[in-house]
Every structure is written in structure tokens, then in C-alpha cells.
């Protein structure tokens, strides 16, 4: 079974709006720190947002003020609330625990912002 599984990217305008989801499968995702990253070709990967066990945020200065990331413990779901898209968030999107391990990257999910 895959343990983290993104959804919700696609393509957008610049200054539209998208919400990630990330299901998670086991019990070690809802208590941990998770976290959305985002990488492009020929970058590194790259964490944009970060929630911890009791609920505390931190954000990449890149997206402060835009993103926001949440979490549905019961649901095991870890969520990120994009607004005011730029076209340099386009990337694919991954959720991962924070720090990220290199046996829960998913396929993630491409996010293009686009006129």
C-alpha cells in the first residue's frame, strides 16, 4: 500500500487558488510532523510548509501569506490551501513527514500556473 498519495494539482491562472490533499495509510502519519515540499526540473526538492504533531505551521518566505497548510488527524488527511498562485509555484507537490524519508515519496502532483 502507497503511504502518502497527493491529489488536487492541475492548472491554474495566476492569482487562482488550488487545494492539495494527501491521504495517508498508517498510523505513524497522524503523529507526525508533516510536511508539502515542491520541486522542479533540475531543482531540489524543497519544503514549503510544515505542520507539527500539536498544530504548529511554518512556511517557506516564498509562500508566507499564501499557503496554508491543515490536517484531519481522524481522517489521516494533510492538506495545502493555495491562493494567489504565481507562475513560479508551478512544481510537482509531495507531502511527506518532516523531515521528509526517502521510503514515503509519493508520485505527488503537478501544479502549473498559467495564463
Known amino acids: 500500500q502507497v503511504p502518502l498519495v497527493e491529489s488536487g494539482g492541475g492548472l491554474v491562472q495566476p492569482g487562482g487558488s488550488l487545494r492539495l490533499s494527501c491521504a495517508a495509510s498508517?498510523?505513524?502519519?497522524?503523529?507526525?510532523?508533516m510536511g508539502w515540499y515542491r520541486q522542479t526540473p533540475g531543482n531540489e526538492r524543497e519544503l514549503v510548509a510544515g505542520i507539527t504533531n500539536g498544530g504548529d505551521t511554518n512556511y517557506a518566505d516564498s509562500v508566507k501569506g499564501r499557503f496554508t497548510i491543515s490536517r484531519d488527524r481522524g481522517k489521516n488527511m494533510v492538506y495545502l490551501q493555495m491562493d494567489s498562485l504565481k507562475p513560479e509555484d508551478t512544481a510537482v507537490y509531495y507531502c511527506n513527514t518532516n523531515p521528509g524519508r526517502d521510503s514515503f515519496w509519493g508520485q505527488g502532483t503537478q501544479v502549473t500556473v498559467s495564463s
Open positions: 498508517g498510523i505513524i502519519f497522524r503523529f507526525a510532523s
